[in-house]
């Protein structure tokens, strides 16, 4: 067996995020990813069983680089003031690393994602002090009593369509500012002091 190049995995990796950004997560064939790598197709089989394992390789890498990202907080702190600053992360993060955030979203909206077999505990690998820290948020009666998860997509999706939109030229920063953005989430899901 050939011994693995960790800067060829990324480029492979790369690749195929690449033509899913541009052609969609549909259009990946392995002889595709080769040519954007410039490798040879059979290279692909030494970094990855299959396809699959290509795809679910890329969607955890991603994920992992994401929670390293927007994770940075005191789970434990006041939960109005890091939920803030959660927000605060998500938006850094995405202003650097948007395509990120697109290619989950990507895979989310695609019945290959299910196909992937991927376990929970494996595509929330790195978000595990989110959902603890929405618990002390309840418990503090800071949060709604509701699910973490759509805690969690309140402070996400708003910031990162919000920075697809600027992106994309739909929105002006100077019109809606982020702060705007901030405040909407946070009145959806904080309880009035």
Sequence with gaps: MRSQDDEKRKRILDSTSNIIMTQGIAAVSLSKIAKDAGVASGTLYTYFEDKNDMLRSLYLNRKQRIAEAVTKF????DPRQ???HF???IYEYGQEHLDEFILIR???QSPILKSLNIPQEQAFAGFEGLEEFVQIGIKKQAFFDIDYQIILDYAYTPVVEYL???NNGTLDQNEVSFDQIK???TRAI???K
């Design 183 to 185: 405040l909407l989430s």
């Design 82 to 84: 890091e939920f803030n």
């Design 164 to 166: 697809i939109a600027l």
């Design 74 to 77: 005191d789970i434990h702190g």
């Design 190 to 192: 904080l309880m009035e």
């Design 87 to 89: 927000m605060d992360l």
């Design 106 to 108: 990507e895979f989310g």
